[in-house]
Protein backbone atom coordinates (compact mmCIF):
# COMPACT_ATOMS: atom_id res chain seq x y z
CA UNK A 1 0.00 0.00 0.00
CA UNK A 2 0.94 3.40 -0.29
CA UNK A 3 1.72 5.85 2.51
CA UNK A 4 2.00 9.37 1.51
CA UNK A 5 2.99 8.35 -1.90
CA UNK A 6 5.59 6.32 -1.20
CA UNK A 7 5.45 2.19 -1.57
CA UNK A 8 5.25 0.47 2.05
CA UNK A 9 7.42 -2.82 2.66
CA UNK A 10 7.71 -2.43 5.85
CA UNK A 11 6.29 -6.57 7.02
CA UNK A 12 5.11 -5.48 10.45
CA UNK A 13 3.44 -2.55 9.07
CA UNK A 14 1.98 -4.56 5.98
CA UNK A 15 0.33 -6.89 8.17
CA UNK A 16 -0.97 -4.03 10.87
CA UNK A 17 -2.75 -2.79 7.64
CA UNK A 18 -4.24 -5.92 6.31
CA UNK A 19 -5.48 -6.44 9.42
CA UNK A 20 -7.30 -3.23 10.03
CA UNK A 21 -8.97 -3.75 6.71
CA UNK A 22 -12.16 -6.13 5.86
CA UNK A 23 -10.07 -8.02 3.09
CA UNK A 24 -8.45 -10.43 5.33
CA UNK A 25 -11.72 -12.10 6.03
CA UNK A 26 -12.72 -12.61 2.92
CA UNK A 27 -9.02 -14.13 2.34
CA UNK A 28 -9.77 -16.47 4.48
CA UNK A 29 -13.01 -17.71 3.55
CA UNK A 30 -12.14 -18.21 0.19
CA UNK A 31 -9.06 -20.05 1.11
CA UNK A 32 -10.58 -22.69 3.33
CA UNK A 33 -10.39 -26.27 1.41
CA UNK A 34 -13.94 -27.23 1.25
CA UNK A 35 -13.48 -29.02 -2.15
CA UNK A 36 -13.18 -31.63 0.66
CA UNK A 37 -16.69 -32.28 1.66
CA UNK A 38 -17.25 -33.40 -1.87
CA UNK A 39 -15.68 -36.65 -0.25
CA UNK A 40 -18.79 -36.98 2.35
CA UNK A 41 -21.79 -35.22 0.47
CA UNK A 42 -22.33 -37.48 -2.58
CA UNK A 43 -25.00 -35.99 -5.34
CA UNK A 44 -28.17 -38.17 -3.41
CA UNK A 45 -26.95 -37.01 -0.33
CA UNK A 46 -29.62 -33.90 -0.57
CA UNK A 47 -33.29 -34.13 -1.85
CA UNK A 48 -32.57 -30.62 -4.04
CA UNK A 49 -30.83 -31.69 -7.50
CA UNK A 50 -28.00 -29.43 -7.65
CA UNK A 51 -24.20 -30.64 -8.23
CA UNK A 52 -22.19 -30.95 -5.17
CA UNK A 53 -18.81 -29.27 -6.19
CA UNK A 54 -21.02 -25.90 -7.61
CA UNK A 55 -22.16 -25.37 -3.96
CA UNK A 56 -18.86 -26.71 -1.69
CA UNK A 57 -16.58 -24.13 -4.27
CA UNK A 58 -19.22 -21.31 -4.16
CA UNK A 59 -16.13 -19.51 -1.76
CA UNK A 60 -13.50 -19.37 -4.69
CA UNK A 61 -15.99 -16.03 -5.52
CA UNK A 62 -14.87 -14.09 -2.83
CA UNK A 63 -11.22 -13.98 -4.62
CA UNK A 64 -13.46 -12.00 -6.95
CA UNK A 65 -12.72 -8.33 -6.02
CA UNK A 66 -9.09 -9.32 -6.09
CA UNK A 67 -9.33 -9.25 -9.61
CA UNK A 68 -10.30 -5.96 -10.24
CA UNK A 69 -7.60 -4.57 -8.00
CA UNK A 70 -5.11 -6.73 -10.32
CA UNK A 71 -6.65 -5.68 -13.53
CA UNK A 72 -6.80 -1.42 -12.14
CA UNK A 73 -2.72 -2.10 -10.98
CA UNK A 74 -2.02 -3.42 -14.27
CA UNK A 75 -3.88 -0.61 -16.22
CA UNK A 76 -1.80 1.68 -14.96
CA UNK A 77 1.54 0.55 -15.65
CA UNK A 78 1.28 -0.87 -18.56
CA UNK A 79 2.56 0.87 -21.94
CA UNK A 80 -0.50 -0.16 -24.22
CA UNK A 81 -3.70 0.70 -21.84
CA UNK A 82 -5.97 0.81 -25.12
CA UNK A 83 -5.57 -2.88 -25.71
CA UNK A 84 -5.46 -4.29 -22.33
CA UNK A 85 -8.57 -2.82 -21.47
CA UNK A 86 -10.24 -4.19 -25.02
CA UNK A 87 -8.52 -7.80 -23.71
CA UNK A 88 -10.33 -7.05 -20.26
CA UNK A 89 -13.31 -6.81 -21.51
CA UNK A 90 -13.20 -9.46 -24.04
CA UNK A 91 -12.41 -11.51 -20.78
CA UNK A 92 -15.15 -9.98 -18.63
CA UNK A 93 -17.61 -11.31 -21.72
CA UNK A 94 -16.12 -14.85 -21.56
CA UNK A 95 -16.30 -15.27 -17.60
CA UNK A 96 -20.25 -14.28 -18.30
CA UNK A 97 -20.73 -16.60 -21.23
CA UNK A 98 -18.58 -19.27 -18.65
CA UNK A 99 -20.80 -18.52 -15.44
CA UNK A 100 -24.48 -18.62 -17.51
CA UNK A 101 -23.45 -21.54 -19.08
CA UNK A 102 -22.30 -23.41 -15.12
CA UNK A 103 -25.97 -21.77 -14.35
CA UNK A 104 -27.67 -24.25 -17.38
CA UNK A 105 -25.77 -27.10 -16.81
CA UNK A 106 -27.09 -26.62 -13.29
CA UNK A 107 -30.49 -26.20 -14.15
CA UNK A 108 -30.42 -29.14 -16.65
CA UNK A 109 -29.01 -31.41 -13.75
CA UNK A 110 -31.97 -30.09 -11.63
CA UNK A 111 -34.72 -30.79 -14.36
CA UNK A 112 -33.23 -34.42 -15.59
CA UNK A 113 -30.97 -34.48 -17.65
CA UNK A 114 -32.87 -35.59 -21.50
CA UNK A 115 -36.35 -34.79 -19.75
CA UNK A 116 -37.58 -32.08 -22.69
CA UNK A 117 -35.60 -30.72 -25.68
CA UNK A 118 -34.62 -27.58 -23.90
CA UNK A 119 -32.63 -29.22 -21.21
CA UNK A 120 -28.82 -30.82 -21.89
CA UNK A 121 -29.49 -34.58 -23.20
CA UNK A 122 -26.81 -36.19 -21.34
CA UNK A 123 -27.57 -39.75 -23.32
CA UNK A 124 -24.77 -41.62 -25.48
CA UNK A 125 -21.46 -41.57 -25.35
CA UNK A 126 -19.74 -38.46 -26.41
CA UNK A 127 -22.68 -36.61 -24.74
CA UNK A 128 -21.29 -37.38 -21.46
CA UNK A 129 -17.63 -36.81 -21.61
CA UNK A 130 -17.12 -33.66 -19.91
CA UNK A 131 -15.79 -31.65 -22.87
CA UNK A 132 -18.92 -32.01 -24.62
CA UNK A 133 -21.07 -31.22 -21.58
CA UNK A 134 -19.05 -27.84 -20.94
CA UNK A 135 -18.48 -26.78 -25.04
CA UNK A 136 -22.66 -27.60 -25.07
CA UNK A 137 -23.32 -25.36 -22.30
CA UNK A 138 -20.49 -22.65 -23.30
CA UNK A 139 -22.09 -22.99 -27.04
CA UNK A 140 -25.84 -22.16 -25.49
CA UNK A 141 -25.04 -19.32 -23.06
CA UNK A 142 -23.48 -17.70 -25.82
CA UNK A 143 -26.44 -17.55 -28.60
CA UNK A 144 -28.58 -16.73 -25.49
CA UNK A 145 -26.63 -13.43 -24.40
CA UNK A 146 -25.84 -12.42 -27.32
CA UNK A 147 -29.46 -12.59 -28.20
CA UNK A 148 -28.72 -14.47 -31.00
CA UNK A 149 -31.33 -17.21 -30.13
CA UNK A 150 -31.87 -20.54 -32.11
CA UNK A 151 -31.85 -22.09 -29.01
CA UNK A 152 -34.58 -24.93 -28.02
CA UNK A 153 -37.82 -23.81 -26.76
CA UNK A 154 -38.77 -23.98 -23.08
CA UNK A 155 -41.28 -26.36 -22.04
CA UNK A 156 -42.09 -25.26 -18.62
CA UNK A 157 -41.77 -22.43 -15.88
CA UNK A 158 -38.42 -23.00 -14.47
CA UNK A 159 -37.08 -22.80 -18.09
CA UNK A 160 -39.10 -19.74 -19.12
CA UNK A 161 -38.25 -17.88 -16.32
CA UNK A 162 -34.26 -18.44 -16.68
CA UNK A 163 -34.70 -17.68 -20.68
CA UNK A 164 -36.02 -14.34 -19.70
CA UNK A 165 -33.93 -13.39 -17.57
CA UNK A 166 -30.99 -14.43 -19.78
CA UNK A 167 -32.65 -12.56 -22.14
CA UNK A 168 -32.61 -9.42 -20.52
CA UNK A 169 -28.84 -9.87 -18.82
CA UNK A 170 -27.89 -10.03 -22.10
CA UNK A 171 -29.80 -6.88 -23.55
CA UNK A 172 -28.15 -4.83 -20.74
CA UNK A 173 -24.53 -6.43 -20.90
CA UNK A 174 -23.73 -6.39 -24.35
CA UNK A 175 -24.97 -2.68 -25.06
CA UNK A 176 -22.84 -1.59 -22.27
CA UNK A 177 -19.88 -3.98 -23.80
CA UNK A 178 -20.36 -2.88 -26.97
CA UNK A 179 -20.33 0.46 -26.38
CA UNK A 180 -17.37 0.24 -24.10
CA UNK A 181 -15.44 -1.35 -26.71
CA UNK A 182 -16.16 1.61 -29.44
CA UNK A 183 -14.96 4.12 -26.97
CA UNK A 184 -11.87 2.88 -26.23
CA UNK A 185 -11.17 1.80 -30.39
CA UNK A 186 -11.99 5.96 -30.52
CA UNK A 187 -9.52 6.68 -27.87
CA UNK A 188 -7.20 4.29 -29.77
CA UNK A 189 -7.82 6.27 -33.03
CA UNK A 190 -8.02 9.89 -31.54
CA UNK A 191 -4.23 11.31 -32.12
CA UNK A 192 -4.78 10.06 -35.85
CA UNK A 193 -8.50 11.75 -35.80
CA UNK A 194 -6.87 15.04 -34.32
CA UNK A 195 -3.74 14.87 -37.10
CA UNK A 196 -5.89 14.02 -39.83
CA UNK A 197 -8.40 17.18 -38.90
CA UNK A 198 -5.30 19.34 -38.66
CA UNK A 199 -3.69 18.18 -42.09
CA UNK A 200 -7.51 19.01 -43.86
CA UNK A 201 -7.55 22.11 -42.30
CA UNK A 202 -4.25 23.29 -44.05
CA UNK A 203 -5.68 21.89 -47.08
CA UNK A 204 -8.99 23.72 -46.96
CA UNK A 205 -6.75 26.99 -46.27
CA UNK A 206 -4.54 26.30 -49.35
CA UNK A 207 -7.34 26.09 -51.23
CA UNK A 208 -9.01 28.57 -50.29
CA UNK A 209 -5.56 31.22 -51.03
CA UNK A 210 -4.71 29.40 -53.97
CA UNK A 211 -1.38 28.34 -53.44
CA UNK A 212 0.24 26.35 -55.82
CA UNK A 213 0.32 22.88 -56.25
CA UNK A 214 4.03 22.20 -55.71
CA UNK A 215 4.01 23.67 -52.36
CA UNK A 216 0.39 22.10 -51.61
CA UNK A 217 2.28 18.93 -51.89
CA UNK A 218 5.18 19.63 -49.89
CA UNK A 219 2.86 21.07 -47.25
CA UNK A 220 0.94 17.29 -47.25
CA UNK A 221 4.64 15.39 -47.81
CA UNK A 222 5.30 17.39 -44.18
CA UNK A 223 2.42 15.80 -42.74
CA UNK A 224 2.92 12.29 -44.08
CA UNK A 225 6.43 12.62 -42.54
CA UNK A 226 5.41 14.30 -39.16
CA UNK A 227 2.98 11.12 -38.73
CA UNK A 228 5.09 8.23 -39.98
CA UNK A 229 8.18 9.55 -37.41
CA UNK A 230 5.80 10.63 -34.36
CA UNK A 231 6.76 14.24 -34.81
CA UNK A 232 2.96 15.48 -34.90
CA UNK A 233 2.93 14.39 -30.98
CA UNK A 234 2.33 17.82 -29.31
CA UNK A 235 4.92 16.90 -26.24
CA UNK A 236 4.03 20.03 -24.31
CA UNK A 237 0.41 18.94 -24.28
CA UNK A 238 1.35 15.37 -23.21
CA UNK A 239 3.34 16.50 -20.21
CA UNK A 240 1.59 19.51 -19.27
CA UNK A 241 -0.26 17.49 -16.52
CA UNK A 242 3.09 16.37 -15.21
CA UNK A 243 4.96 18.71 -12.37
CA UNK A 244 8.25 20.51 -13.78
CA UNK A 245 10.57 18.13 -11.91
CA UNK A 246 8.98 15.10 -13.01
CA UNK A 247 9.53 17.11 -16.84
CA UNK A 248 12.74 17.86 -16.14
CA UNK A 249 13.62 14.62 -15.29
CA UNK A 250 12.14 12.97 -18.82
CA UNK A 251 13.70 15.83 -20.84
CA UNK A 252 16.83 15.22 -19.46
CA UNK A 253 16.35 10.76 -20.18
CA UNK A 254 15.65 11.74 -23.55
CA UNK A 255 17.64 14.80 -24.66
CA UNK A 256 20.70 15.17 -21.88
CA UNK A 257 23.05 13.16 -24.79
CA UNK A 258 22.35 14.83 -27.14
CA UNK A 259 23.17 17.60 -25.26
CA UNK A 260 26.70 16.26 -24.07
CA UNK A 261 27.60 15.91 -27.80
CA UNK A 262 28.64 19.61 -28.33
CA UNK A 263 32.18 20.35 -27.92
CA UNK A 264 31.34 23.95 -25.77
CA UNK A 265 29.15 21.94 -23.42
CA UNK A 266 31.31 19.35 -22.49
CA UNK A 267 32.57 19.22 -19.21
CA UNK A 268 29.90 21.43 -18.26
CA UNK A 269 28.13 21.81 -14.52
CA UNK A 270 25.27 18.91 -14.48
CA UNK A 271 23.03 21.70 -13.61
CA UNK A 272 23.54 23.97 -16.65
CA UNK A 273 23.42 21.18 -18.62
CA UNK A 274 19.53 19.82 -16.92
CA UNK A 275 18.54 23.75 -17.46
CA UNK A 276 19.33 24.14 -21.13
CA UNK A 277 17.95 20.16 -21.75
CA UNK A 278 14.34 21.81 -21.15
CA UNK A 279 15.30 24.51 -23.97
CA UNK A 280 15.43 22.65 -26.78
CA UNK A 281 12.89 22.86 -29.55
CA UNK A 282 12.70 20.38 -32.32
CA UNK A 283 12.36 21.67 -35.71
CA UNK A 284 11.68 19.96 -38.68
CA UNK A 285 12.99 20.87 -42.06
CA UNK A 286 12.17 19.48 -45.54
CA UNK A 287 14.21 18.55 -48.32
CA UNK A 288 15.91 21.26 -49.87
CA UNK A 289 15.15 24.01 -47.01
CA UNK A 290 18.01 25.87 -45.51
CA UNK A 291 18.57 25.94 -42.06
CA UNK A 292 20.71 29.14 -42.21
CA UNK A 293 22.38 30.77 -45.06
CA UNK A 294 25.94 32.64 -45.17
CA UNK A 295 26.02 36.16 -43.63
CA UNK A 296 22.64 35.82 -41.74
CA UNK A 297 22.89 36.10 -38.08
CA UNK A 298 23.35 33.50 -35.68
CA UNK A 299 21.00 33.45 -33.01
CA UNK A 300 20.31 29.86 -32.59
CA UNK A 301 22.60 26.55 -32.70
CA UNK A 302 21.64 23.48 -33.84
CA UNK A 303 22.00 19.92 -32.93
CA UNK A 304 20.75 17.29 -35.85
CA UNK A 305 18.97 14.25 -34.44
CA UNK A 306 17.45 12.14 -37.47
CA UNK A 307 18.85 12.76 -41.18
CA UNK A 308 21.55 14.61 -43.13
CA UNK A 309 22.38 18.18 -43.98
CA UNK A 310 24.94 19.49 -46.70
CA UNK A 311 26.77 22.29 -46.64
CA UNK A 312 26.46 23.93 -50.48
CA UNK A 313 28.56 26.65 -51.62
CA UNK A 314 26.61 30.42 -52.36
CA UNK A 315 26.29 28.55 -56.25
CA UNK A 316 23.62 26.23 -54.42
CA UNK A 317 24.93 23.24 -55.83
CA UNK A 318 28.53 22.46 -55.14
CA UNK A 319 28.60 20.24 -51.58
CA UNK A 320 31.32 21.37 -49.30
CA UNK A 321 30.53 18.65 -46.60
CA UNK A 322 27.91 16.47 -45.27
CA UNK A 323 26.38 16.79 -42.08
CA UNK A 324 24.92 13.58 -40.04
CA UNK A 325 23.19 12.34 -37.10
CA UNK A 326 24.84 14.27 -33.55
CA UNK A 327 26.80 16.88 -35.67
CA UNK A 328 26.60 20.12 -33.99
CA UNK A 329 26.58 23.66 -35.95
CA UNK A 330 26.47 27.12 -34.91
CA UNK A 331 27.68 27.08 -31.46
CA UNK A 332 30.15 29.57 -31.21
CA UNK A 333 27.74 32.70 -32.73
CA UNK A 334 25.87 32.15 -30.00
CA UNK A 335 28.44 32.88 -27.02
CA UNK A 336 29.11 36.27 -29.36
CA UNK A 337 32.50 36.16 -28.53
CA UNK A 338 34.66 40.08 -29.09
CA UNK A 339 36.91 39.80 -31.75
CA UNK A 340 35.20 37.33 -33.60
CA UNK A 341 35.69 37.87 -36.95
CA UNK A 342 32.77 36.67 -38.47
CA UNK A 343 30.84 39.14 -36.73
CA UNK A 344 28.24 36.64 -35.16
CA UNK A 345 27.11 35.72 -38.58
CA UNK A 346 26.54 32.70 -40.40
CA UNK A 347 29.77 31.72 -42.29
CA UNK A 348 28.10 28.71 -44.86
CA UNK A 349 24.95 27.61 -46.00
CA UNK A 350 23.30 24.80 -44.47
CA UNK A 351 20.54 22.81 -46.47
CA UNK A 352 18.65 19.97 -45.59
CA UNK A 353 18.98 16.88 -48.05
CA UNK A 354 15.66 14.76 -46.99
CA UNK A 355 13.70 15.06 -44.26
CA UNK A 356 15.74 15.75 -41.15
CA UNK A 357 14.89 16.73 -37.02
CA UNK A 358 17.29 19.52 -35.61
CA UNK A 359 17.09 20.44 -32.14
CA UNK A 360 17.54 24.17 -31.48
CA UNK A 361 18.76 26.18 -28.47
CA UNK A 362 18.15 30.09 -29.00
CA UNK A 363 20.95 32.36 -28.00
CA UNK A 364 18.19 33.74 -25.60
CA UNK A 365 17.54 30.45 -23.99
CA UNK A 366 21.26 30.04 -23.18
CA UNK A 367 22.44 33.45 -21.79
CA UNK A 368 19.11 33.25 -19.50
CA UNK A 369 20.54 29.96 -18.15
CA UNK A 370 24.19 31.02 -18.04
CA UNK A 371 22.82 33.94 -15.65
CA UNK A 372 23.08 31.48 -12.83
CA UNK A 373 26.24 29.87 -13.69
CA UNK A 374 28.98 32.35 -14.03
CA UNK A 375 31.53 29.97 -13.91
CA UNK A 376 29.97 28.12 -16.59
CA UNK A 377 29.64 31.28 -18.73
CA UNK A 378 33.38 31.88 -18.20
CA UNK A 379 33.94 28.01 -19.30
CA UNK A 380 31.73 28.39 -22.42
CA UNK A 381 33.93 31.94 -23.58
CA UNK A 382 37.50 30.20 -23.13
CA UNK A 383 35.84 27.06 -24.97
CA UNK A 384 34.74 29.46 -27.89
CA UNK A 385 37.70 31.41 -28.11
CA UNK A 386 39.58 28.39 -28.65
CA UNK A 387 37.86 26.83 -31.04
CA UNK A 388 37.98 30.73 -33.05
CA UNK A 389 41.49 30.40 -32.17
CA UNK A 390 41.75 27.63 -33.79
CA UNK A 391 39.98 28.03 -37.03
CA UNK A 392 41.67 31.40 -37.12
CA UNK A 393 38.46 33.28 -36.69
CA UNK A 394 39.77 35.54 -33.35
CA UNK A 395 40.60 38.90 -33.75
CA UNK A 396 43.02 38.93 -30.67
CA UNK A 397 43.64 42.67 -30.71
CA UNK A 398 39.74 42.97 -30.38
CA UNK A 399 39.93 40.44 -27.76
CA UNK A 400 42.12 41.91 -26.01
CA UNK A 401 40.60 45.74 -25.90
CA UNK A 402 37.16 44.13 -24.90
CA UNK A 403 38.49 42.02 -22.58
CA UNK A 404 40.22 45.36 -20.78
CA UNK A 405 36.73 47.39 -21.03
CA UNK A 406 34.89 44.62 -19.53
CA UNK A 407 37.34 44.36 -16.51
CA UNK A 408 37.42 48.31 -16.29
CA UNK A 409 33.99 48.28 -16.23
CA UNK A 410 33.49 45.66 -13.69
CA UNK A 411 35.96 47.47 -11.62
CA UNK A 412 34.12 50.86 -11.88
CA UNK A 413 30.99 48.60 -10.59
CA UNK A 414 32.54 47.57 -7.82
CA UNK A 415 33.87 50.32 -6.49
CA UNK A 416 30.60 52.54 -7.13
CA UNK A 417 28.48 49.28 -5.32
CA UNK A 418 31.85 49.70 -1.84
CA UNK A 419 30.73 53.60 -2.32
CA UNK A 420 27.12 53.23 -2.00
CA UNK A 421 27.24 50.55 0.22
CA UNK A 422 28.46 53.29 2.61
CA UNK A 423 25.76 55.85 1.77
CA UNK A 424 22.46 54.83 2.47
CA UNK A 425 20.91 55.24 -0.42
CA UNK A 426 17.30 54.09 -1.63
CA UNK A 427 18.05 52.58 -5.31
CA UNK A 428 16.32 50.48 -8.37
CA UNK A 429 12.77 50.67 -7.39
CA UNK A 430 11.33 50.24 -10.82
CA UNK A 431 8.40 52.16 -10.82
CA UNK A 432 5.79 50.97 -13.75
CA UNK A 433 3.25 54.18 -14.90
CA UNK A 434 1.48 55.14 -17.84
CA UNK A 435 4.14 53.07 -20.02
CA UNK A 436 6.91 54.71 -18.56
CA UNK A 437 10.06 53.03 -16.68
CA UNK A 438 11.49 54.92 -13.51
CA UNK A 439 14.54 54.02 -11.80
CA UNK A 440 15.01 56.70 -9.20
CA UNK A 441 18.14 56.98 -7.48
CA UNK A 442 17.30 59.29 -4.68
CA UNK A 443 19.14 60.61 -1.52
CA UNK A 444 18.18 60.17 1.52
CA UNK A 445 20.54 61.21 4.11
CA UNK A 446 21.40 64.62 5.42
CA UNK A 447 24.64 64.88 3.40
CA UNK A 448 25.08 65.70 -0.23
CA UNK A 449 26.28 64.01 -2.76
CA UNK A 450 28.79 65.36 -5.86
CA UNK A 451 27.29 66.13 -7.65
CA UNK A 452 24.18 66.99 -6.13
CA UNK A 453 20.60 65.49 -7.13
CA UNK A 454 18.67 68.22 -9.00
CA UNK A 455 16.10 68.40 -6.96
CA UNK A 456 14.32 66.64 -3.80
CA UNK A 457 11.05 66.12 -2.89
CA UNK A 458 9.90 67.43 0.61
CA UNK A 459 7.06 65.04 1.80
CA UNK A 460 5.36 67.11 4.33
CA UNK A 461 5.06 70.08 2.09
CA UNK A 462 4.72 67.88 -1.47
CA UNK A 463 6.97 71.02 -3.11
CA UNK A 464 9.80 69.49 -5.07
CA UNK A 465 12.35 72.49 -4.93
CA UNK A 466 15.12 73.00 -7.49
CA UNK A 467 18.97 73.05 -6.36
CA UNK A 468 20.66 76.32 -7.64
CA UNK A 469 21.43 76.13 -11.58
CA UNK A 470 18.63 74.63 -12.38
CA UNK A 471 16.19 76.15 -14.66
CA UNK A 472 12.71 76.29 -14.13
CA UNK A 473 10.34 74.21 -15.08
CA UNK A 474 6.64 74.45 -15.81
CA UNK A 475 4.72 73.73 -12.81
CA UNK A 476 3.20 70.05 -12.34
CA UNK A 477 0.66 70.03 -10.47
CA UNK A 478 -1.01 66.08 -9.06
CA UNK A 479 -3.98 66.39 -6.80
CA UNK A 480 -3.07 69.72 -5.03
CA UNK A 481 0.86 68.31 -4.91
CA UNK A 482 2.96 71.12 -6.42
CA UNK A 483 6.40 71.40 -8.17
CA UNK A 484 7.52 74.25 -7.25
CA UNK A 485 11.11 76.40 -8.68
CA UNK A 486 13.33 77.17 -5.44
CA UNK A 487 12.38 80.08 -3.79
CA UNK A 488 8.84 79.62 -3.92
CA UNK A 489 6.77 78.17 -1.58
CA UNK A 490 9.53 78.88 1.29
CA UNK A 491 7.27 80.18 4.32
CA UNK A 492 5.14 77.41 3.87
CA UNK A 493 7.37 74.63 4.13
CA UNK A 494 9.16 76.31 6.82
CA UNK A 495 5.74 77.24 8.69
CA UNK A 496 5.20 72.93 8.42
CA UNK A 497 8.75 71.71 9.64
CA UNK A 498 7.44 74.29 12.49
CA UNK A 499 4.27 72.07 13.41
CA UNK A 500 6.11 68.64 12.65
CA UNK A 501 8.46 69.84 15.53
CA UNK A 502 6.04 71.03 17.50
CA UNK A 503 4.28 67.50 17.16
CA UNK A 504 7.54 65.69 18.31
CA UNK A 505 9.09 65.63 15.33
CA UNK A 506 7.76 62.76 13.98
CA UNK A 507 6.91 63.63 10.75
CA UNK A 508 10.21 65.91 10.34
CA UNK A 509 12.41 64.59 7.68
CA UNK A 510 15.35 65.76 6.27
CA UNK A 511 15.32 62.78 3.79
CA UNK A 512 13.46 62.96 0.69
CA UNK A 513 11.34 60.24 -0.54
CA UNK A 514 9.40 59.58 -4.03
CA UNK A 515 6.79 58.01 -2.86
CA UNK A 516 4.73 55.08 -4.82
CA UNK A 517 1.21 57.23 -3.96
CA UNK A 518 2.74 60.12 -5.93
CA UNK A 519 4.00 58.57 -9.07
CA UNK A 520 0.60 56.73 -9.53
CA UNK A 521 -1.23 60.08 -9.00
CA UNK A 522 0.52 61.82 -11.68
CA UNK A 523 0.30 59.43 -14.02
CA UNK A 524 -3.51 59.13 -13.09
CA UNK A 525 -4.52 62.43 -13.60
CA UNK A 526 -1.22 63.95 -16.22
CA UNK A 527 -0.79 61.14 -17.84
CA UNK A 528 2.51 59.72 -19.81
CA UNK A 529 3.68 63.26 -20.68
CA UNK A 530 3.05 64.67 -16.75
CA UNK A 531 4.80 61.77 -15.46
CA UNK A 532 8.16 62.40 -17.53
CA UNK A 533 7.81 66.21 -16.80
CA UNK A 534 8.15 65.31 -13.19
CA UNK A 535 10.62 62.27 -13.26
CA UNK A 536 12.97 65.32 -15.40
CA UNK A 537 12.64 67.37 -12.70
CA UNK A 538 13.33 64.67 -10.08
Not at 321 to 349: D, H, Q, W
Request: proline share 4%; with cysteine.
Amino acid sequence: YLEQGLLERDAKKLRRHYMKSSKWRSDVLSLLPTDLAYLWWPPTATKVRVPSPVIVRFNRLLRFPRMSEFFDRTETRTGYPNVFRICKVVLAILVLIHWNACFYFAISYAIGFGSDNWVYNNSGGRNSTLSRQYIYSFYWSTLTLTTIGETPQPENDAEYLFVVADFLAGVLIFATIVGNIGSMISNMNVARVDFQNRMDGVKQYMAFRRVSKELEARVIRWFSYTWANKQALDEERVLAALPDKLKAEIAIQVHLDTLRQVRIFQDCEPGLLEELVLKLRLQVFSPGDYICRKGDVGREMYIVKRGRLTVVADDGRTVLATLGAGSVFGEVSVLEIAGNKTGNRRTANVRSLGYSDLFCLSKRDLWEALFDYPEAKHSLMERGCQLLRKDGLLDEQAFTKAQVEHETLTDKVERLGTYLSQKPLLIGRNISGSGVIVNPILCVTKEKLEPPPVSQLDVQTDTCREYPGKPADPVCTSTGRVFEPAGQGEAEADESRATDAEDGGKTTRDNWLLSDVFISEVSEHHGKQGLQNCTERI
